[in-house]
């Protein structure tokens, strides 16, 4: 197995926190800026400002743009943008703008952490280029992504169409949770028969659409359209795996993927052994989206 695409020696949570700990402050000052970043694109001004850049002068006639925050990651500034009046009906769509710190974020991750898959390229830029790219891609072979509005990669910045849905991590926990992991592998499987990998292909980057309850993926800026390899391969079904709720789900995302070949199977023993060493992420992960009781 190339170098670049197996586990780095000595991976696991304490390998992870002594890297942490000796990079708290570049980390501590990146994450600021990513708060701020992310409270300045939420505005209705920075929205219409980045709707320009991605030469979306058409939405913009005579229309009023509203903003606010979606989650709250440290790698991307995300909207939900709406815009109203001008005579046509409302329109919701997203904008993500790639912040710096992603790119600090995946050379962890790939140096010292869980995912050591990700691209070597890790600007902005690149992530801007290589989601658009997947989402054309996918989109185009009819796996169910949100349609790329637009991307500009120069300017880190890109607008996808809005998915009204629930994310599917939580949905794994329902009553139901086995057929949704089986829907989960199957959806694996069709991105990898096309030759894509993900990177970061988790059920927690997968919306339940409500218009046709069927999967939704989207944070596609570490899939690749070329290069698939076992590896890569086993990675993603690995991290999909790890996140499973109990052992039936985990059984029903395999079934769902279907059929492996020996260099597959031999890929994904490797990555989830690897990923199993972070417990105590994957606990945390897994918490994100368990249902809150009482």
Aim: glycine share 12%; proline share 5%; with cysteine.
């Amino acid at each position: 197995m190339p170098r670049a695409e197996r586990p780095p020696r000595g991976s696991g949570n304490a390998r992870l926190a002594a890297a942490t700990l000796a990079l708290a402050p570049a980390l501590g000052v990146t994450y600021g800026a990513a708060v701020l970043a992310r409270r300045a694109l939420a505005t209705g001004s920075a929205a219409r400002r980045a709707l320009e850049r991605l030469q979306l002068h058409a939405l913009l006639a005579g229309r009023t743009v509203d903003a606010e925050p979606l989650g709250t990651g440290k790698s991307n500034a995300v909207i939900a943008v709406r815009l109203t009046g001008g005579g046509a009906p409302a329109t919701r769509l997203v904008i993500k703008r790639a912040l710096p710190f992603g790119s600090l974020m995946a050379w962890g991750a790939r140096r010292f952490g869980a995912n050591y898959v990700y691209a070597a390229t890790t600007s902005g830029a690149a992530r801007i280029g290589r989601e658009a790219a997947a989402l054309r891609f996918l989109g185009a072979h009819g796996v169910p992504v949100p349609r790329c509005l637009a991307a500009a990669p120069e300017h880190r910045l890109i607008a996808i169409e809005w998915i009204d849905g629930a994310p599917a991590a939580t949905a794994l926990y329902a009553p139901d949770g086995e057929a949704r992991a089986r829907e989960v592998g199957a959806l694996l499987a069709g991105v990898h028969g096309l030759g894509v990998t993900l990177a970061d292909g988790h059920p927690g980057n997968m919306l339940v659409a409500r218009a046709t309850d069927r999967l939704v993926l989207f944070d596609l800026e570490f899939a690749e359209c070329s290069g698939a390899t076992p590896a890569r391969r086993g990675f993603d079904l690995a991290y999909a795996a790890v996140l499973m709720p109990t052992a039936d789900t985990r059984a029903g995302l395999l079934a769902g993927y279907g059929e492996r070949s020996a260099e597959d199977r031999a890929a994904f023993g490797v990555a989830e052994q690897h990923l199993r060493k972070f417990g105590r992420l994957l606990d945390m992960e897994r918490a994100r989206w368990a249902p809150r009781r009482g």
